[in-house]
Nanobody
């Protein structure tokens, strides 16, 4: 069974950094695109970033471009989200997800497999 597990969340001050990890089990990540999504209290879930199966194709939401970097290490079956220059508005539960395909999607409804999420809180 395809499972995704996020880790790396926590409390960080504005301007700080965190690296989130998305570890896969039950399948090999090599052939799948992985997306990062987030959901803030009272808001809809939104796409943050996505990386294609090869790692050569990446996409970012405008709100995180230049601050977040997505990468993958297929040997470790893990996708990462490096988050720099964090802002209070980045506070949310962050999820990784897969549609089961090799191409990126930013729409939550396109995802079939979800992790349980990791909380990121940006506050002084």
């Amino acid at each position: 069974q395809l499972q995704l597990v996020e880790s790396g969340g926590g409390l960080v001050q504005p301007g700080g950094s965190l690296r989130l990890s998305c570890a896969a089990s039950g399948f090999t990540l090599d052939y799948y695109a992985i997306g990062w999504f987030r959901q803030a209290p009272g808001k809809e879930r939104e796409g943050v970033s996505c990386i294609g199966s090869s790692g050569h194709s990446t996409n970012y939401a405008d709100s995180v471009k230049g601050r977040f970097t997505i990468s993958r290490d297929n040997a470790k079956n893990t996708v990462y989200l490096q988050m720099n220059s964090l802002k209070p508005e980045d506070t949310a539960v962050y999820y990784c997800a897969s549609s089961g395909g090799s191409s990126c999607h930013f729409a939550p409804y396109a995802m079939d497999y979800w992790g349980k999420g990791t909380l990121v809180t940006v506050s002084s």
